[in-house]
């Protein structure tokens, strides 16, 4: 039985032809871009081509883009990468309160050294709000990091407005793009970002490949120190299979976003139709216009997220979560709660997020299997027992 | 992640329900912390004759809440109070380490259950 794939917010599969494009430069081609001889030439070529690539899916110049491990590294380089410059200074850092971990953890490494961290807050659909924003930011502060859309619920922020902001009050903005990047536009200059990350395996490339957009004349401290890879702002001999990769999954993302977008985001819809209209007691988390394609966030009252997962993982769906079970830390999802989220509900937290390879087919198969899985853990809730005696 | 035996007992969880003139209730945990039980026994003669509990959990609360009542049927009172958390884990086969709370809720649950259900017995005894 094929499985029926619906957490593509986690990692999204590798597209065949992303794959034929790596397979030369896992074989033959094998040269390191750095040597100066012809093998190290061809390999050389193939990551400028895949550069220009990279650098044209997000409106930017080869020279802006630095090539990481990650997003998460690419969030490391932007926030630490920045900070650096202004160890033993009074200065501040405004983050989201609904930031990746990857940012949120590395805000607080930076605490650790002496950096004020200062957490903006977020409105009940998860958009920033921007009068906290702007009482966030005085004379001290360094960078605003403002992720394009979060990765739970989908909710797109409005980053021309931020950065109009943070513009006027001459303060970097970096934004995470790990989830919009290769999904929907992304022009760093409509957007007004000074740093942005991206991420390959979340539009059909391959994972261990991410870059950190770093506009020209930002100073950024380097992470990895060691060759002059990168320029000089991020050491080690490149990956460059997987940076070839990066490069296919940035054109065909180019070429087909708008017929990608136009397929996934109708299923989108419908999915949330049916599970509001067919199941009670549900609601949706994040803003219903302003959300990403594929991403469909629901809060399922009176039952446990990680139960519903596993049984629909034995239907053969993968899905996933913002139950604190699901967690190492046992605590929920810390965007859901930053929405406002009662605990409860955030705990019955499902998230399903679709690609371009699902179809209505899939959709018609969860919306089989889902409600008689959450009428079977409500039958033993002691939460909906309560909630029907009390109606 | 689970063993078979707990994945066994999620699927199919004995005891499922409500007792509804229970001796005695035991209620843990809330929904903040993501999980919550409420055990029913009925007492015959120091013997714990039915066992009942309704579980708001993963996939280790349930099974776990599954475990104990089948473990704590049929035993004296003193016997079911000695049943620990750890007791339900090895009977699971074990559970993971950011699970083992939930084996701590279900012995609780049934332990407040008994404690309810001691009360009570004192209250008329009164």
Same mark, same amino acid.
């Given at each position: 039985?094929?499985?029926?794939?619906?957490?593509?917010?986690?990692?999204?599969?590798?597209?065949?032809?992303?794959? #034929?494009?790596?397979?030369?430069?896992?074989?033959?081609?094998?040269? =390191?871009?750095?040597?100066?001889?012809?093998?190290?030439?061809?390999?050389? /070529?193939?990551?400028?081509?895949?550069?220009?690539?990279?650098?044209?899916?997000?409106?930017?110049?080869?020279?802006?883009?630095?090539?990481?491990?990650?997003?998460?590294?690419?969030?490391?380089?932007?926030?630490?990468?920045?900070?650096?410059?202004?160890?033993?200074? $009074?200065?501040?850092?405004?983050?989201? #309160?609904?930031?990746?971990?990857?940012?949120?953890?590395?805000?607080?490494?930076?605490?650790?050294?002496?950096?004020?961290?200062?957490?903006?807050?977020?409105?009940?659909?998860?958009?920033?709000?921007?009068?906290?924003?702007? *009482?966030?930011?005085?004379? =001290?502060?360094?960078?605003?990091?403002?992720?394009?859309?979060?990765? &739970?619920?989908?909710?797109?922020?409005?980053? #021309?407005?931020?950065? !109009?902001?943070?513009?006027?009050?001459?303060?970097?903005?970096?934004?995470?793009?790990?989830?919009?990047?290769?999904?929907?536009?992304?022009?760093?200059?409509?957007?007004?970002?000074?740093?942005?990350?991206?991420?390959?395996? %979340?539009?059909? @490339?391959?994972?261990?490949?991410?870059?950190?957009?770093?506009?020209?004349?930002?100073?950024?401290?380097?992470?990895?120190?060691?060759?002059?890879?990168?320029?000089?702002?991020?050491?080690?001999?490149? $990956?460059?299979? !997987?940076?070839?990769?990066?490069? #296919?999954?940035?054109?065909?993302?180019?070429?087909?976003?708008?017929?990608?977008?136009?397929?996934?985001?109708?299923?989108?819809?419908?999915?949330?139709?049916?599970?509001?209209?067919?199941?009670?007691?549900?609601?949706?988390?994040?803003?219903? /216009?302003?959300?990403?394609?594929?991403?469909?966030?629901?809060?399922? &009252?009176?039952?446990?997220?990680?139960?519903?997962?596993?049984?629909?993982?034995?239907?053969?769906?993968?899905?996933?979560?913002?139950?604190?079970?699901?967690?190492?830390?046992?605590?929920?999802?810390?965007?859901?709660?930053?929405?406002?989220?009662?605990?409860?509900?955030?705990?019955?937290?499902?998230?399903?997020?679709?690609?371009?390879?699902?179809?209505?087919?899939?959709?018609?198969?969860?919306?089989?299997?889902?409600?008689?899985?959450?009428?079977?853990?409500?039958?033993?809730?002691?939460?909906?027992?309560?909630?029907?005696?009390?109606? | 992640?689970?063993?078979?035996?707990?994945?066994?007992?999620?699927? =199919?969880?004995?005891?499922?329900?409500?007792?509804?003139?229970?001796? @005695?209730?035991?209620?843990?945990? $809330?929904?903040?912390?993501?999980?919550?039980?409420?055990?029913?026994? *009925?007492?015959?003669?120091?013997?714990?004759?039915?066992?009942?509990?309704?579980?708001?959990?993963?996939?280790?609360?349930?099974?776990?809440?599954?475990?104990?009542?089948?473990?704590?049927?049929?035993?004296?009172?003193?016997?079911?109070?000695?049943?620990? $958390? *750890?007791?339900?884990?090895? &009977?699971?086969?074990?559970?993971? %380490? %950011? *699970?083992?709370?939930?084996? =701590?809720?279900?012995?609780?649950?049934?332990?407040?259950?008994? %404690?309810?259900?001691?009360?009570?017995?004192?209250?008329?005894?009164?």
């Amino acid at each position: 039985m094929n499985r029926i794939y619906l957490d593509h917010a986690a990692t999204t599969p590798l597209d065949p032809r992303v794959f #034929e494009c790596m397979e030369p430069y896992l074989k033959g081609k094998f040269g =390191n871009p750095s040597s100066l001889h012809e093998d190290g030439r061809i390999a050389k /070529e193939a990551i400028d081509r895949a550069r220009e690539e990279v650098a044209a899916l997000i409106g930017a110049s080869h020279e802006e883009i630095v090539f990481t491990s990650s997003g998460s590294e690419a969030n490391n380089l932007a926030l630490k990468g920045v900070a650096f410059s202004y160890m033993n200074t $009074n200065s501040n850092i405004v983050v989201s #309160e609904i930031e990746h971990t990857s940012v949120l953890h590395t805000a607080k490494s930076l605490e650790k050294m002496g950096f004020e961290i200062r957490h903006v807050k977020v409105n009940k659909d998860a958009t920033l709000d921007l009068g906290s924003l702007e *009482k966030s930011i005085d004379k =001290n502060t360094i960078l605003v990091s403002m992720m394009h859309a979060n990765n &739970e619920v989908g909710t797109i922020e409005p980053i #021309e407005e931020i950065s !109009a902001v943070t513009r006027t009050m001459g303060v970097r903005l970096h934004s995470d793009a790990v989830q919009t990047a290769g999904t929907i536009p992304v022009d760093v200059n409509m957007l007004g970002v000074d740093l942005l990350s991206m991420s390959a395996h %979340q539009f059909y @490339g391959p994972k261990g490949i991410g870059a950190l957009f770093i506009r020209k004349g930002t100073r950024v401290i380097p992470q990895i120190d060691g060759g002059v890879q990168e320029w000089g702002r991020r050491a080690g001999t490149e $990956n460059v299979p !997987a940076i070839v990769g990066f490069g #296919e999954a940035c054109r065909l993302a180019r070429l087909e976003m708008a017929d990608r977008v136009r397929k996934i985001a109708p299923l989108r819809d419908e999915l949330i139709r049916r599970i509001t209209t067919e199941i009670e007691q549900v609601r949706l988390n994040g803003h219903k /216009e302003r959300r990403l394609p594929g991403n469909v966030n629901v809060g399922i &009252e009176f039952i446990e997220g990680e139960s519903v997962l596993l049984f629909l993982d034995m239907e053969g769906i993968s899905v996933s979560t913002g139950s604190a079970c699901t967690s190492r830390a046992l605590k929920a999802s810390h965007v859901c709660l930053a929405m406002g989220i009662p605990h409860e509900v955030a705990q019955g937290s499902l998230q399903f997020t679709l690609g371009k390879d699902n179809s209505i087919d899939d959709v018609n198969k969860l919306m089989e299997v889902l409600p008689p899985v959450v009428d079977r853990l409500r039958t033993m809730s002691p939460l909906y027992h309560k909630f029907i005696r009390s109606k | 992640m689970y063993t078979e035996k707990v994945m066994e007992h999620f699927k =199919n969880p004995r005891n499922v329900g409500v007792i509804e003139d229970a001796d @005695g209730i035991g209620e843990v945990g $809330n929904p903040m912390c993501g999980d919550m039980m409420t055990v029913y026994i *009925k007492v015959e003669d120091g013997v714990i004759k039915d066992i009942k509990y309704l579980t708001f959990g993963c996939g280790a609360a349930i099974a776990v809440t599954s475990m104990i009542s089948e473990m704590a049927k049929g035993l004296t009172i003193e016997e079911a109070l000695k049943l620990s $958390n *750890k007791d339900v884990a090895d &009977e699971l086969g074990g559970l993971p %380490q %950011q *699970k083992i709370h939930c084996s =701590n809720l279900g012995a609780d649950a049934l332990h407040k259950a008994i %404690q309810n259900y001691l009360s009570k017995k004192e209250g008329h005894a009164q």
